[in-house]
């Protein structure tokens, strides 16, 4: 027999009017992780060159770069055509409705922001965050999980589990925990053991856009697409459309990051011997 998901409640706690939903626990979750173990980094790896203050100034533009562009990211890529027809939804963030690659997208676009105001390098600031991220991911996929909400594909392994959400009574991957699986506890293992040494700059962030888009790309084909989209071309979903650029960019990242590297080592070897 398959497994029935839990149906949790997904107000986690209810104050009168106040009501406060696991989902925003998680999110709450994921950026205090991001700020221990970017303590954690300051404290025991000082080639990241970074301060507490800083680190504190950087969640904020992070948060403001998640929000902003993992809302206009699902605008832009999943429904696009409803929100033109709708616009002042755009702003309704509350009734659901983030992308990670938009919100990946936004949190570019703030590290650069933020690099530029403390005058630091933006790809040495990225090197620095990508090995804070994946718990992150890791807490936003359970939250996925308790509210029932992005079910797999139709399974009949026995560790299906049936979504009361869905309302269809069919066995489902629990893609959720799949990805909360790859994209969060593996993907951290990956990137924070490759961290704990020095790399090129650049090398650290490429290899988690890499491992990201390798993992997201198949977690996609475990969980059910977008019911107003389906699959795409060559039998792709959007998902995994958006992130094959994460896998090329990755790779030509961490390809540029060490020629730059040996580059460098060699002009210094061909500089003339100080007398």
Do not use: C
């Not at 696991?22 to 709450?28: I, Q």
């Not at 650069?112 to 804070?132: C, E, G, I, S, V």
């Not at 718990?135 to 909400?149: H, K, Q, S, V, Y």
């Not at 993907?187 to 490759?194: D, G, H, K, N, S």
């Amino acid at each position: 027999m398959p497994l029935v998901h839990p149906d949790f409640n997904p107000i986690a706690i209810q104050l009168g009017p106040l009501a406060v939903r696991w989902y925003g626990l998680m999110y709450l979750l994921g950026f205090a992780l991001l700020w221990f173990l970017g303590r954690y980094r300051i404290k025991h790896q000082p080639w990241v060159g970074f301060t507490a203050k800083e680190l504190e100034d950087l969640i904020f533009h992070g948060v403001l770069g998640v929000i902003i562009g993992g809302r206009l990211g699902y605008v832009l890529f999943y429904k696009l055509g409803y929100y033109l027809a709708n616009p002042l939804e755009i702003f309704a963030i509350w009734q659901g409705g983030m992308s990670f690659h938009g919100g990946f997208l936004g949190v570019l676009v703030a590290m650069w922001l933020f690099a530029r105001r403390y005058k630091k390098d933006w790809l040495a600031t990225m090197d620095f965050l990508a090995p804070l991220v994946p718990p992150g991911l890791a807490a936003g996929r359970m939250g996925n999980f308790i509210n029932g909400e992005l079910p797999g594909r139709a399974t009949d392994a026995s560790w299906g589990m049936i979504f009361p959400q869905v309302g269809d009574n069919i066995a489902r991957h629990p893609s959720q925990l799949y990805q909360f699986a790859m994209e969060g506890l593996l993907l951290f293992v990956i990137v924070w053991i490759y961290s704990l040494k020095p790399r090129p700059r650049g090398a650290v962030a490429g290899a988690f856009l890499l491992g990201y888009g390798v993992f997201r790309f198949i977690a996609e084909y475990f969980r059910e697409p977008d019911n107003f989209l389906g699959l795409l071309a060559l039998g792709f979903s959007m998902g995994q459309w958006l992130s094959l650029p994460m896998i090329i960019g990755g790779i030509a990242l961490i390809v540029w990051a060490y020629r730059q590297q040996s580059g460098t080592r060699d002009f210094e070897q061909m500089k003339p011997a100080r007398r």
